[in-house]
């Protein structure tokens, strides 16, 4: 037995550990952790000589881990290009982490770092392999027969099992392509449970076993890697037959023979065998070391390692080979208790894991419902996808699953190293419905919980795109095939991105990311790429460039829209002109012969997709996987009944009392089964309705679900009651008061509003004890007036941070030329042994020395010389990373002047088309034109460490003439950009909201005398 550390579980044929003992794969921890500190100490030299000269697929390197932040040992798996750079995805070999990496932190491998084997061993089940429930709707059947991929409720079971146990140890009985195939024993409650019995005794799996084909075993044999097996056909077994001993099989499906024969002369002289059968031995001459692999019939299917000096029939191999052997009596002895096992109905238990969750769990297994408008055959595997075979071959990227789900996250998400490297095994449920229907070019609708995933319909729509030859009665001229209308700039320079990476697998189709402002002479300028096929762009950009190019719908075939729901709620008018003009087009005789397509892909069903389905789309394939959606689909009346939760069951009866005498089905949902029996004895439920109703009662215990019923309820355009709202009211009212510690919501700072105040984690309300107004001297800022302000730190077009810049006496500039100073002198820049949070210390960067707070110090690597600390420019407003030996004490005079870095607001303009954040065109013309740049600006509103100005110009002195000329207005400059329209309600909301803030404060003040 070898016991094993789980590193990371893909799926139970997958899965990855260290060997921590049991000769000879005993892992030896202290050489790894000498082998990594010497290679983070010759690599953090930064030599030049080892960057590599050339970078492929496969190639053995040192790489640099951010989040571990050291040197790793690891393969390159493929090479991205990138908008600047080059992006390798490698798998550290060390760690079993798939990490992007840029190809400047990549380092070639030298030879002394590469004698220790690679500490991350890959492990699979041996011979279990998964299994599916297979539903025939005709026949009305189902049965579990073998699949492909693992099902998601056999990876969890998997996971859990292996959480809740205390030792884990694997037998190990193959080693084919890198692969350990083991059997796996976990032990819970002081009882050792076989994994891959369970997993078929749960029908989470089934048993395959291998064939050896002995016959051919001397001829045409191939060179295997270090690690490798040829394994053979596979065949279903009944699972039963193989927990019995392998001596008892010999009498089934003509195994027993071969089997027996090969038992017995082992048993009688395992060396002489060894060498009778050494031409199917495997072995790898090299200087490490060599593997001789021998076939046995299923369990006795076992690699022996063998030094390459030592003869192979030496008494050092009979012991190892005699040890072995042992080890498989003991198992054939335990084949009744596996099977008793087998035979148990019972699930296993686990102590973390409740019962009630495993039943719960149970049931989630069972395939979810599904709403289609017409019958699809869906596609459950990747292999069966109606997609093109270089595109199957690629792993597509999954991590923009729910990339949107809040703001906060949008940054990270669109990240290029977070949205690549993410593998992709096989179809989801909605993906198995709706890629065939936009695989074939026919109108598609598709509704989900992840309806905002690209993905969804890239995959299919880029095969579609490939068959050339309907395009050609096309108008002969450039344009566009297809577009691609998302709901922001955002979500629109994701779906180009992914465009761009998967269209590599196709014919070139030059995809164009357009996205135009206001002014008109920047559309007008818009040129189209020689063959481009594929326009990406938003609604309101579309309509511009139609205003200048009005044929750029010629040739527009397909037409998708992402979001469909979030479109028709911010631009209905704008989506409404786009489809009328996209009818017009195909309606022209000479296009009858080319493809007309519209797919709509969203979180939610509502009235104007219908009215898209119906006036737009012929005979379309709507696939809806949520639930909630489909009841509005399907019309189902919403009705919400707010009661105390001791009259729910007399307010229920009393409701179905007014139920009509016609025939009607109702169903009652519980909470238990006393409840149950109440209400069926209290009501005659015979009957069935014509239309469709749902009924919910909302009681004083369901306050943590009142916020989400409100806006189901908006969004089916139900009638709402007003004791609902009032409840919902207060609920967000006591939210925010919990709310104190958090920041002011900078959407609120920035616009005036907040898009969706439910659900952003931030404060909205002001309060004057904690928006006190930042100290950057010995007075506080100024609330109102003239002042100078320094940009240093540009955040967006209108959100700056720098300094106010006092022309009298600046006491910053006197603080830095003392910290310059006093630096100046060696002896007085002592490096920081021990860094400490929250505390300040000094730093010298690109000449100039700054006064620095550390923020957080994540936990130091053992292996690693230097850790870097998250540090915050207290002077400047930016937040960066340093490493913690850059840091220097900072004398306690250097620390007395308050933190001069203060938030400045551009206030009364906001970016165009409803959007959240500023397209990064007008942020990075702002940033080159302002930054480090004195400006002049009158202060309209201050709270806290932040001001907003209006106006904020840039001032030039003429000293011949002696006079000074405005040179820019930065509201001036983004409207004229056309980037930003005007926002009067800015400050006045900001002050409202000030007024609101003051009246609390008198109140409380007027209680508490």
Not at 195 to 211: E, G, H, I, Q, S
Not at 640 to 658: M, P
Not at 705 to 734: C, K
């Amino acid at each position: 037995m070898i016991e094993v550390l789980i590193l990371k579980i893909e799926d139970p044929g997958c899965f990855w550990v260290i060997i921590k003992g049991c000769r000879p794969f005993v892992d030896r921890e202290m050489e790894y952790k000498k082998l990594h500190a010497e290679m983070n100490q010759f690599y953090n030299t930064d030599v030049e000589e080892v960057k590599p000269l050339t970078l492929e697929e496969g190639q053995v390197c040192v790489v640099f881990c951010q989040e571990l932040r050291c040197w790793c040992r690891a393969v390159v798996k493929s090479i991205l290009f990138c908008a600047d750079h080059y992006l390798a995805e490698c798998f550290l070999v060390d760690y079993a982490k798939y990490i992007p990496v840029k190809t400047k932190n990549i380092r070639v491998a030298v030879e002394a770092f590469m004698k220790l084997p690679y500490r991350a061993k890959k492990f699979r089940l041996y011979c279990t392999k998964p299994v599916t429930l297979r539903v025939d709707f005709c026949e009305d059947s189902a049965k579990i027969v073998p699949a492909k991929r693992w099902d998601s409720a056999a990876i969890q079971y998997f996971q859990n099992l292996l959480k809740g146990t205390t030792q884990i140890e694997a037998k190990l009985c193959a080693i084919e392509d890198d692969n350990f195939d083991v059997y796996l024993y976990v032990t819970i409650k002081d009882e050792k449970v076989c994994v891959n019995d369970d997993l078929v005794a749960k029908n989470f799996a089934c048993y395959v076993m291998t064939k050896e084909n002995t016959a051919n075993s001397g001829k045409n044999q191939k060179r295997w890697s270090l690690l490798s097996l040829k394994s053979s056909p596979e065949t279903v077994i009944n699972p039963a037959l193989a927990l019995w001993p392998v001596l008892m099989q010999g009498k089934i499906h003509n195994l027993g023979t071969v089997a027996v024969m090969w038992r017995a002369s082992w048993l009688q002289d395992p060396p002489l065998m060894l060498q009778k059968y050494s031409k199917s031995v495997s072995l790898c001459h090299g200087n490490i070391c060599s593997h001789a692999a021998v076939g046995f019939s299923f369990k006795e299917n076992i690699t022996i390692s063998v030094q390459p000096t030592v003869q192979v029939n030496s008494a050092l191999n009979e012991n190892i080979i005699k040890e072995q052997l042992k080890e498989i009596e003991r198992n054939e002895k335990s084949g009744s208790e596996k099977l008793l096992q087998f035979l148990n109905p019972d699930p296993l238990k686990i102590d973390d894991i409740p019962s009630e969750q495993q039943e719960f769990q149970k049931i989630n297994t069972e395939q979810p419902p599904i709403v289609l408008s017409n019958k699809i055959e869906p596609c459950s595997t990747l292999e069966a996808a109606p997609l093109l075979v270089d595109l199957k071959k690629m792993d597509i990227s999954c991590c923009t699953r729910n990339w949107y789900s809040s703001k906060l996250e949008i940054e990270e998400a669109l990240r290029t190293e977070e949205l690549l490297w993410n593998k992709f095994l096989c179809p989801n449920l909605t993906e198995s419905y709706c890629w065939p229907p936009i695989a074939r070019g026919c109108d598609s609708v598709v509704i989900c919980h992840h309806g905002n995933d690209p993905l969804l319909y890239i995959p299919p729509f880029l095969t579609f795109l490939q068959s050339g030859n309907c395009y050609k009665s096309l108008p002969a001229r450039n344009g566009p095939v297809a577009l691609i209308v998302c709901p922001g700039w955002r979500k629109a320079q994701l779906v180009f991105e992914l465009l761009v990476k998967y269209g590599r697998c196709s014919r070139p189709l030059h995809p164009m990311l357009i996205l135009v402002g206001l002014n008109k002479e920047e559309a007008k300028n818009v040129k189209l790429q020689r063959g481009c096929e594929v326009i990406v762009t938003t609604p309101h950009s579309l309509l511009r460039l139609l205003e200048h190019h009005s044929l750029i719908l010629l040739r527009v075939c397909h037409l998708v829209f992402d979001e469909v729901d979030n479109l028709f709620s911010e631009a209905s008018r704008q989506m409404c002109t786009i489809l009328e003009s996209y009818k017009k087009t195909i309606t022209v005789e000479d296009r009858e012969l080319a493809p007309h397509q519209i797919v709509a892909v969203g979180c939610h069903w509502n009235k104007h997709i219908e009215h898209l389905t119906n006036e737009f789309m012929n005979d379309p394939y709507i696939v809806i996987t949520a639930m909630e959606e489909a009841s509005i689909y399907g019309n189902v009346q919403q009705v919400v009944q707010l009661c105390l939760n001791c009259e729910r069951t007399s307010v229920l009866l009393q409701i179905l009392d007014f139920a009509p005498s016609i025939a009607q089905k109702t169903l009652i949902f519980t909470d238990s089964v006393d409840e149950t029996e109440i209400v069926y004895r209290g009501s005659s439920v015979d009957q069935i309705y014509i239309k469709a109703k749902s009924i919910l009662l909302v009681t004083e215990r369901n306050g943590c679900h009142a916020v989400g019923v409100l806006r189901y309820l908006e969004h089916t355009e139900a009638e709402i009651p007003s004791e609902l709202r009032n409840f919902t009211a207060g609920i967000l009212d006591a939210k925010e008061d919990m709310k104190l510690e958090e920041p002011l919501c900078q959407c609120l700072k920035r616009s005036g509003v907040c898009k969706d105040m439910r659900i952003c984690p931030n404060r909205h309300r002001v309060h004057l004890q904690i928006d006190l107004l930042q100290k950057i001297s010995v007075s506080a800022l100024p609330k109102t007036g003239h002042v100078t302000i320094l940009p240093l730190h540009i955040v967006d077009a209108t959100n700056y941070f720098g300094r106010i810049i006092d022309k009298k006496k600046d006491q910053y500039a006197i603080l830095a030329e003392e910290m310059t100073e006093y630096f100046k002198k060696a002896g007085n820049k002592l490096s920081v042994e021990m860094v400490e949070k929250q505390a300040l210390y000094g730093l010298h960067e690109e000449g100039i020395f700054h006064r620095v707070q550390v923020l957080d110090i994540p936990p130091k690597e053992e292996n690693c010389l230097f850790h870097n600390v998250v540090i915050k420019y207290i002077d400047e407003g930016r937040i960066g990373q340093v490493q913690g030996h850059e840091l220097f004490h900072l004398p306690a005079r250097f620390q007395v002047l308050p933190s001069q870095a203060v938030e400045f607001i551009v206030s009364r303009v906001k970016p165009i088309d409803n959007e959240i954040e500023w397209n990064p065109k007008i942020t990075r013309y702002i940033h080159h034109k302002i930054r480090g740049k004195l400006h002049e600006a009158k202060i309209v509103l201050a709270l806290g460490n932040t001001v907003w100005v209006d106006p904020m110009v840039r001032v030039t002195k003429l000293s011949d003439l002696k006079t000074s000329i405005n040179e820019y207005n930065i509201r001036s400059e983004i409207l004229s950009m056309g980037m930003g329209i005007d926002n009067p309600q800015h400050i006045k909301q900001l002050q409202k909201l000030c007024e609101h803030a003051k009246m609390l404060a008198l109140e409380e003040t007027t209680l508490h005398t």
